[in-house]
């Protein structure tokens, strides 16, 4: 089975900070790899998604994720932070075969970004 | 499209009540979950479906039992609440194609059991 790890619980940033959040992975096979979001009291919404090609993913909002697979890694990174950027944010995988594959999300990393 | 959609919002439950959760979509997604959020531990999934007729388990389904009658509808059931079953309840949806997947996320049910 698949697990996930965030290795920041909660990263407080100044607005136009850079940011960059680590995710790593284990999992044998090839996998899909999605980084979620959540706003404050709202559900999860999808920032990006690797599932081939370009390792570098663009997502919403400016952010962006480079999928390395030799590190089992995915960090999500944004050049310049906003104070709308303050929320929780999930990396997660799944498996990239046929059928059902269960999705794992990671702990999440809370991020707060101070005017 | 209203998307996925959950009632209630809020609940509260006495210990050894049972409860019914709603989730609904329309966007004719044969693929349907329900997750357990609770700080610090992420997303747990309790139970999925992949079409009407067809559920399965997840991480964590103690206490908790679901059907598909429908594409569209996938209730949650609490048979005896208890105390650890406090959580912010998630349902999620998603087509079943290969290379796609994203899953939409309904506002969640946030459940206290006293």
């Known amino acids: 089975a698949q697990s996930v790890s965030q290795h920041n619980h909660h990263v407080i940033l100044s607005e136009a900070a850079s940011l960059e959040l680590g995710c790593n992975y284990s999992y044998g096979g090839t996998v899909n790899l999605f980084w979620y979001v959540q706003y404050p009291g709202q559900h999860l919404q999808l920032l990006l998604k690797?599932?081939?090609?370009?390792?570098l993913v663009k997502g919403i909002k400016g952010f962006e994720a480079e999928f390395i697979k030799s590190k089992f890694s995915f960090n999500l990174r944004k050049p310049s932070v906003q104070w709308s950027d303050t929320a929780e944010y999930f990396c997660a995988v799944k498996p990239n075969s046929g059928g059902y594959q269960k999705v794992t999300f990671g702990t999440g990393t809370k991020l707060q970004v101070i005017p | 499209n209203a998307g996925v959609t959950q009632t209630p919002k809020f609940q509260v439950l006495k210990t050894g009540q049972s409860m019914t959760l709603q989730c609904a979509q329309d966007?004719?997604?044969?693929?349907m979950s329900w997750y357990r959020q609770d700080p610090g531990m992420g997303l747990r999934l309790i139970h999925y479906s992949v079409g009407a007729g067809i559920t399965d388990q997840g991480e964590v389904p103690n206490g908790y039992n679901v059907s598909r009658s429908t594409t569209e509808d996938f209730p949650l059931r609490l048979l005896s609440a208890a105390p650890s079953q406090t959580s912010v309840y998630f349902c999620?949806?998603?087509?079943?194609?290969?290379?796609?997947?994203?899953?939409?996320f309904g506002p969640g049910t946030r459940l206290t059991v006293t």
């Open positions: 966007m004719n997604h044969e693929y």
């Open positions: 999620a949806s998603s087509y079943r194609q290969i290379g796609s997947y994203e899953q939409y």
């Open positions: 690797y599932f081939s090609g370009d390792p």
